[in-house]
C-alpha cells in the first residue's frame, strides 16, 4: 500500500501558540528558516508583533487568549484569512504556576495551570483537527515536560498538567492515525526562559539535579526536533512523546 504524497514543508502554515518568546519563538523561528508561513499567537501582542516582524512577510502575530474558546476560533479564522489553512500546530503555551507544598497548593492555582496548559491545547487542537481532516493531512505537536512524566514536587498543578497533555496526545494519535493528522508531544527538560522567572545559582541547580548532561535545553534544540515532527518526513510517529531531557528521562 503506497502512501499519499505528502506536502513539502516549506509553504506550509503554521500556528505556534506562546510564540512571542522562549520555546514557541524558537520553534516559530524555526519553521520560517523553512520557508513555513508561521502564525504567531500569544497574549502578548507587542511581544508577537515583534517577533513575527523580525521573521517577515510569511509571518503574522495575532493576538489569542488560550484560555478563551472564542479567542481561539477567532485566531484560527484570522489565521486562515491571512496566511491560509494551517497544517500544522504547536501548542508551546504555558505556564509554570506557583511553587507550595502540596496540602498548601491554592485550587484557583490549580485551575488556573490546568486551563492555560491542558485546555489551552485542547481548545486549539479543536479549533484545528477538522480543517486538518478534511485536508487529510497535518502535524500537531504539543509541548508537554519531563516533569509531566517524572513528577516534580511543589508544582503539582505545572505536573498534572503536562501529564494530561501526553495522555491527550496518546488519545488524538490513536484516533486521527488514518486521519492523515499526526500528533505528538515533546517532553523538554528546564531551558532558560521566562517560564522559570530569575534563575539563581541554587534555582538552576535544583532544575539540573537530575539532568546527566548538567546543563539545560537550549530552545533552539527543542526547535530541531519540532521542525521533525512538524513536517511530511516524520510519517510514521503518531501519539508519541519525544523526550530531550539530557538524559533524565527514566521510561
Same mark, same amino acid.
Given at each position: ?71 481561539? &476560533? ?131 541547580? &535544583? ?45
Amino acid at each position: 500500500m503506497s502512501l499519499p504524497e505528502a506536502p513539502r514543508l516549506a509553504g506550509q502554515v503554521a500556528v505556534v501558540t506562546g510564540a512571542a518568546s522562549g520555546l514557541g519563538l524558537a520553534m516559530a523561528q524555526r519553521l520560517a528558516t523553512e520557508g513555513v508561513r508561521v502564525a504567531l499567537w500569544d497574549r502578548d501582542t507587542e511581544g508577537a508583533t515583534r517577533a513575527a516582524s523580525r521573521l517577515g512577510d510569511a509571518a503574522c502575530a495575532i493576538t489569542v487568549d488560550v484560555t478563551d474558546t472564542v479567542s481561539v &476560533r477567532t485566531g484560527w479564522a484570522a489565521t486562515k484569512a491571512v496566511l491560509g489553512t494551517p497544517a500544522i500546530l504547536i501548542n508551546s503555551a504555558g505556564i509554570l504556576g506557583r511553587s507550595a507544598a502540596f496540602a498548601d497548593y491554592p485550587e484557583d492555582e490549580w485551575q488556573r495551570v490546568l486551563d492555560i496548559n491542558l485546555n489551552g491545547t485542547f481548545r486549539c487542537c479543536q479549533a484545528a483537527v477538522p480543517d486538518m481532516v478534511a485536508a487529510g493531512y497535518g502535524r500537531i505537536v504539543n509541548i508537554a515536560s519531563i516533569a509531566g512524566k517524572d513528577g516534580n514536587p511543589y508544582v503539582a498543578g505545572y505536573v498534572a498538567s503536562k501529564a494530561a497533555v501526553i495522555g491527550l496526545t496518546k488519545s488524538m494519535g490513536k484516533e486521527l492515525a488514518q486521519r492523515g493528522v499526526l500528533v505528538n508531544a515533546i517532553a523538554p527538560s528546564a531551558s532558560e526562559t521566562a517560564i522559570f522567572g530569575p534563575l539563581t545559582d541554587a534555582y538552576r541547580q &535544583r532544575l539540573l539535579a537530575n539532568v546527566p548532561m548538567a546543563r539545560m535545553v537550549q530552545p533552539e534544540e527543542v526547535a530541531e526536533l519540532a521542525l521533525w515532527l512538524a513536517s511530511p518526513a516524520c510519517s510514521f510517529s503518531t501519539g508519541a512523546t519525544f523526550d530531550i531531557s539530557g538524559g533524565r528521562a527514566t521510561y
